[in-house]
């Protein structure tokens, strides 16, 4: 949805989802709030990318520390889960998880899987 209602949509997608986040708490409910973390990233790099100057640039950051916050250690490294969707050239935009790991002792990503949710 483009325009002022699509971006009506997002506002009130981005308050619902930080609304979640008193609920589901990471001690609680780690996989919901890793999960609303994810969206609310989702939504905020959406906006963003809607959005112009030191606004946008301010919603990229809230996207980025949203994302930072719903990757998971291990022993072997940070996990980082994203659910978006993926255009493609036939003008499909199927919704994708891609699961990436930076490894312990690296600084930079490796991707593990990605596969279609719908």
């Not at 989702?42 to 640039?57: H, N, P, S, Y």
């Amino acid at each position: 949805m483009e325009g002022k209602a699509g971006n009506e949509h997002l506002a009130a997608a981005i308050a619902a989802y930080q609304g979640a986040l008193d609920i589901y708490t990471r001690e609680q409910l780690p996989h919901d709030w890793t999960m609303t973390q994810n969206n609310l990233a989702i939504a905020l790099w959406d906006q963003a990318d809607r959005t112009e100057g030191t606004k946008g640039v301010e919603l990229l950051a809230q996207a980025v520390t949203a994302y930072r916050s719903a990757l998971s250690e291990s022993k072997f490294g940070a996990k980082y889960q994203i659910d978006g969707p993926l255009p493609c050239p036939d003008g499909r935009s199927p919704v994708i998880r891609a699961v990436w790991i930076v490894d312990a002792g690296t600084d930079f990503p490796r991707l593990i899987t990605a596969h279609p949710l719908e």
